[in-house]
């Protein structure tokens, strides 16, 4: 710990230093400071995490490296009020044992198949994570997970690793899956039949290498799991799950409506508007997570006040709110934009340099700090190429894959990520450390990412002369 608290300290001071060294302003120098302390901090020393950033959020204020009017648009507030919809949702359905019910239908299909229960549970969080969105998977398939890690006896912290990392990847396949997606989407004027042609295929390859690479890193697991499945007896597990599962109407009813409205938010978005009143599918996202959210408190009384004040995870909420906004303090002094231009103009006039120049910086920014912003700072120079006649289509998804996949490598990478740490800490699990994450998410960010590039760039310039 001494260590840890000796790198904490040194890092921010490296930082500033460094910055201020290769030109940049006192004031982008300090901003680059404040957001190294955070970010170390979270990554060394987990349990700090929401006393850095607060603090850091605090200077920000006070030194005007971050006005508080650009605040809200920085903190992605959006997303924050989806996850307490969200969060509230689904602590409603565990207080009603509803995903005990769920785990009660898988069981008896995966009972004795380790292999494939591994995989069916990727592809599903996979799956989910594609047509609703990473944030709503993550915490459905964490809980999910915890029952039947508690099931058979597994280590948590080990099984929910290739959970998250099919939620990162699947959520690259659709429009909807990634905050990263939608905004790439809308900032590029990108269909679903765009993703159709240039991501899901990638995504669909992507799984399967990280399914692969799952049975060879995870086979010690695998094989306990299969030795655990061999000494329980289904018709005990299904008979102790049937004794906690009472009433499930209103939980399937709420669930139903729930997701089913996420998956048709676009088509919602557009039902409204025909009516005059302009709404964005996004709008229509934090509105289905509060909705359902505000139903729960409606109609359960002090039940539904109990699982909104005890289990939504306030601390993640306060955390990300303020690491959000310390990042966005980055862009707001030009430190993003110096780096992005800095990209830019050593591509040159070569549009494949320009690809791979933008793809780069995208996957080396986004495993450290939140890659919706890294994407939203550099989205105006793709922008900018476009209106010069380049073919920016291309480029928009060597982002989407650099920004998506690169954050496999951390536990700080992008929201779904964060979110089912919180949870672990929230379950009082010991916390996955860095070095447990990158051994395994450092190279599946490797390789999945350089795939992805590569067959990016292959389609759209050929083979490099």
């Known amino acids: 710990m001494r260590g840890k608290k000796?790198?904490?300290?040194?890092?921010?001071?490296?930082?500033?230093?460094?910055?201020?060294?290769?030109?940049?302003?006192?004031?982008?120098?300090?901003?680059?400071?404040?957001?190294?302390?955070?970010?170390?901090?979270?990554?060394?020393?987990?349990?700090?995490?929401?006393?850095?950033?607060?603090?850091?959020?605090?200077?920000?204020?006070?030194?005007?490296?971050?006005?508080?009017?650009?605040?809200?648009?920085?903190?992605?507030?959006?997303?924050?009020?989806?996850?307490?919809?969200?969060?509230?949702?689904?602590?409603?359905?565990?207080?009603?044992?509803?995903?005990?019910?769920?785990?009660s239908k898988m069981i008896p299909v995966l009972h004795g198949k380790p292999k494939l229960f591994i995989i069916v549970m990727m592809f599903t969080?996979?799956?989910?994570?594609?047509?609703?969105?990473?944030?709503?998977?993550?915490?459905?398939?964490?809980?999910?997970?915890?029952?039947?890690?508690?099931?058979?006896?597994?280590?948590?912290?080990?099984?929910?690793?290739?959970?998250?990392f099919a939620v990162i990847i699947g959520g690259s396949a659709t429009v909807m899956g990634n905050p990263v997606a939608i905004l790439v989407a809308f900032r590029g004027g990108l269909t679903m039949q765009d993703f159709a042609y240039w991501a899901t295929p990638i995504t669909l390859v992507?799984?399967?290498?990280?399914?692969?690479?799952?049975?060879?890193?995870?086979?010690?697991?695998?094989?306990?799991?299969?030795?655990?499945?061999?000494?329980?007896?289904?018709?005990?597990?299904?008979?102790?799950?049937?004794?906690?599962?009472?009433?499930?109407?209103?939980?399937?009813?709420?669930?139903?409506?729930?997701?089913?409205?996420?998956?048709?938010?676009?088509?919602?978005?557009?039902?409204?508007?025909?009516?005059?009143?302009?709404?964005?599918?996004?709008?229509?996202?934090?509105?289905?997570?509060?909705?359902?959210?505000?139903?729960?408190?409606?109609?359960?009384?002090?039940?539904g006040l109990t699982v909104f004040l005890h289990r939504v995870d306030w601390q993640t909420l306060v955390f990300l709110l303020s690491f959000f906004s310390i990042v966005g303090s980055l862009d707001n002094v030009g430190v993003l934009q110096l780096i992005s231009n800095a990209i830019v103009e050593a591509a040159g006039g070569n549009e494949g340099m320009m690809f791979l120049y933008i793809a780069g910086i995208t996957g080396v920014l986004s495993p450290v700090m939140d890659n919706v912003l890294t994407v939203a700072t550099l989205s105006p120079i793709v922008e900018g190429l476009g209106e010069m006649g380049i073919d920016v289509v291309p480029i928009?998804?060597?982002?989407?894959?650099?920004?998506?996949?690169?954050?496999?490598?951390?536990?700080?990478?992008?929201?779904?990520s964060l979110v089912m740490m919180g949870l672990l800490e929230r379950r009082r699990v010991k916390l996955i450390t860095f070095g447990e994450w990158i051994k395994v998410g450092l190279p599946a960010a490797v390789i999945i990412l350089g795939l992805a590039i590569t067959i990016t760039y292959l389609r759209a310039y050929g083979m490099p002369v």
């Not at 799950?241 to 676009?266: D, M, P, Y």
């Not at 509060?290 to 109609?299: E, Q």
């Open 6 to 103: 000796l790198v904490v300290g040194i890092v921010p001071i490296i930082a500033f230093i460094g910055g201020y060294s290769i030109g940049l302003t006192l004031e982008q120098a300090f901003a680059v400071s404040i957001a190294a302390m955070v970010i170390s901090t979270t990554l060394l020393m987990w349990k700090y995490r929401l006393s850095a950033s607060v603090a850091g959020l605090s200077i920000a204020f006070l030194t005007g490296i971050l006005p508080f009017k650009l605040f809200l648009e920085y903190s992605h507030m959006d997303i924050i009020l989806f996850l307490l919809g969200m969060m509230t949702i689904v602590g409603y359905l565990e207080e009603n044992h509803y995903f005990e019910y769920l785990v």
């Open 206 to 303: 992507s799984l399967v290498i990280l399914s692969g690479m799952v049975m060879l890193l995870f086979r010690d697991e695998i094989r306990k799991l299969e030795e655990n499945m061999s000494n329980v007896k289904i018709e005990e597990i299904v008979e102790a799950l049937a004794e906690e599962v009472h009433s499930t109407r209103k939980a399937t009813i709420l669930f139903v409506l729930v997701i089913g409205s996420i998956i048709l938010h676009n088509q919602i978005a557009t039902f409204i508007s025909s009516f005059g009143v302009y709404v964005t599918p996004k709008v229509v996202l934090v509105s289905i997570a509060l909705l359902g959210a505000s139903v729960i408190l409606a109609t359960e009384g002090e039940e």
């Open 396 to 416: 928009w998804f060597g982002m989407l894959f650099a920004g998506i996949f690169s954050a496999l490598a951390t536990p700080i990478g992008t929201s779904a």
């Open 125 to 164: 969080a996979s799956f989910f994570a594609a047509v609703v969105d990473e944030v709503t998977a993550i915490l459905f398939m964490s809980v999910i997970m915890l029952e039947l890690s508690a099931i058979y006896q597994l280590d948590i912290r080990r099984m929910i690793l290739p959970i998250t």
